[in-house]
Structures are given as structure tokens and as C-alpha cells.
């Protein structure tokens, strides 16, 4: 069974990992190889997540594990009505985990007074974010500065 729970910064290293294999995986027939390396590094390490996740108190990360084992994360920025990430490991999609996870954020942004959360998300995730009630709104360059486009789709949901 799932099992979610607060995210903390001993568990960036994972939450990389399970990040760059999630978009490996599920972005290669929508990214070059050269946004892909820049997506998704094939060595990530726990500065893939930057500290803020840990300390802004508008960051709510969370873990989701199965049997003791982080299966994958999300978190959202109440700042701005982020949802910000909703990663799976490949090994354990299919399973329900990406749903558990976005439920509880969006939970925890109702709770928090969002009525209306914004998705960033990758090409290869506009899918399984429609099945959720998401719409999109429009087409987003997600790179940073001086870094190859990464096209990239805004969604939006209403919680209210």
C-alpha cells in the first residue's frame, strides 16, 4: 500500500534519482537528447533539488513509499499555486502513485485557500494530468537562461 508523508532534505538524493529516470524514461520521444541532458542529468545528485523545497515554508514536498521505499514525490508551491512535480520512479507506474500523490496536493491546496493550481508540465506528462481534471491553457518554454528551449504545456485546475 501507499503510504505518503512529508518530504525532508535525506531524501533529495531519491527524489533526484527517481526525477531524472521519470523523464528519461517518459521523455524520449518528445525531448532531443540535449534538452533530455538537460532535463534529466544521467547522474543527478540531491542538488537537483534545490533547498528551498526543504525550507520555504509556501513548498509542501511529499514522499510516496511502497513498502518502506520511495516510489516517487511531488510538491507544490502555495506562492503561486504550483504544482510543481509529480515524479514516478519507472519502475512502479501503472500503479496508481502519480494519482495518490497529486490527490494529496491538491488537498493540501485546498487547505491552504487555492482555488485554481497551475501545471508546468513536460510534454510527456499533459496526459496523465487531463485525466486528473487539468486543462491546457497554453505552450511554456521551461529552460533556463541561456539553455535550449524545452517545450513544456501549462494546465490548469480549478479546486473550488
Known sequence: MISLREASPED??????????????????YY?????????PAEPDAE??????????SCRPIIAELDGLIVGWGSIHLDENV?????????????GIGRTIVEELETIARQEGVEELIVPASLNA???????GFEKQREID???????????????KQLS
Open 32 to 40: 532531443t537528447d540535449e534538452q533530455l541532458a538537460l532535463l534529466a
Open 83 to 95: 504544482l510543481a512535480a509529480t515524479f514516478v520512479d519507472p519502475d512502479y507506474t501503472g500503479q
Open 12 to 29: 533529495a538524493a531519491a527524489m533526484a534519482r527517481i526525477q531524472s529516470e521519470s523523464l528519461r524514461e517518459n521523455g524520449e520521444e
Open 126 to 132: 499533459v496526459g496523465f494530468y487531463e485525466t486528473l
Open 48 to 57: 537537483a533539488i534545490p533547498e528551498d523545497e526543504f525550507t520555504d515554508d
Open 142 to 156: 521551461a529552460s533556463g537562461p541561456g539553455t535550449p528551449e524545452i517545450p513544456s504545456v501549462e494546465l490548469t
